[in-house]
């Protein structure tokens, strides 16, 4: 006991550490969590090839489209949609098609598809989502990642 007859521990002491903790645990756990929700991704450690050619990216802004040439109808709607921003459409099955005015087919290695995948966790063919450049060959994803339901409406898509 202290010489006035006080705990040195008193409630609000004891308070004021727990809600000041508390508070710490939060702040970490907020910006961890808005750090985590949209992915980078490094075009020199993800290499991705157009035909024969290393792809290299020169837009600020790209529409990734991670879809399956096993659907036929993908690649040609793909080809003749026209959006705000070049669309690169990365294909699961590596199939080699010519690129158009907008878009860029890409095809990769088992390992960097896999990675690819991993990192932005698809789980859904076609999907679609936006990335902008922030230096060099280092894009930020910079939408939400969803299911391209219906490849009709692909031109009226809003990112």
Sequence with gaps: MSPRGKSLFSLSTLLAS???????????????????EYKFIDFKEFVFYEQRDIFIPNEDVYIVVFYSSKEREVPKLLSQTKLNHKIIAIDYYNEAFENTQNTIFLRSGTKTSLGFIQRF?????????????????IYKQDSMIRKLDNLNELSAIDL
């Design 18 to 36: 727990f809600f000041g903790a508390a508070m710490v645990a939060a702040a970490f756990a907020y910006f961890n969590y808005k750090f985590s």
């Design 121 to 137: 966790n698809i789980y859904e063919s076609p999907s679609i989502f936006l990335i902008k450049k922030t230096k060099e060959q």
